[in-house]
């Protein structure tokens, strides 16, 4: 697995799959560890002789974490697995909601799903400049045009082509649109 040596990097988290070895107590950098007593997820940003410090993964303040604490505190944890949830943009209307697939990471805070092709289609309903391109088995949201300083270089089209998760087992097609640059809610998983 490749390590994400940028701290607080939430867009390029990567988890390290093996628990650390026995006996071990300092974490090693760009692992994820689960608060024991909230389940909530932290990377490890940085660690000195006597602190390791960690943010909540997706963004957040850094904490300095004394290594006894750390270790008492602290399990190493991977990335759950991807399972169906439900998400909302203050873009949508009322108290909408858009059945997706989570796998509960974050990017800045904000939820990262990705999106069956069927699920997609019902977001055109939602932000109509979104469109399905064929050819590039991409979903398309146009840049915005109109303004003097916008073009093609300083402001491209979003473009979330079609990628695989695995769901219960299942390789699945999704687009993760918006993942990891919409502010997308996560609303309880289904």
């Known amino acids: 697995m490749t390590e994400n040596t940028k701290p607080n990097s939430a867009n390029n988290a990567t988890a390290t ?33 006597t602190t390791v410090s960690i943010h909540p993964q997706g963004g957040g303040f850094v904490y300095k974490v004394g290594l006894a604490d750390f270790a008492a505190k602290f399990t ?12 909302s943009g203050d873009w949508f209307d009322g108290l909408e909601v858009a059945e997706c697939y989570s796998d509960g990471r974050r990017w800045n805070g904000w939820g990262m799903p990705m999106f069956t092709y069927e699920q997609a289609l019902k977001l055109i309903a939602i932000c109509p400049t979104l469109t399905y391109d064929a050819r590039l088995d991409a979903f398309v949201l146009p840049a915005e045009t109109g303004e003097a300083t916008v073009d093609a270089e300083s402001d491209p089209d979003d473009v979330f082509a079609a990628t695989y998760i695995d769901v219960a087992g299942v390789r699945t097609k999704v687009y993760p649109i918006g993942s990891g640059s919409w502010c997308w809610s996560m609303e309880e998983n289904i």
């Open 17 to 49: 799959d093996a628990a650390a070895p026995a006996g071990a107590t300092e974490p090693r950098k760009s692992e994820l560890y689960s608060n024991n007593a909230s389940g909530q997820l932290f990377e490890v940003s940085e660690r000195g002789e």
């Open 76 to 87: 190493p944890a991977t990335i759950p697995p991807y399972a169906p949830a439900l998400v």
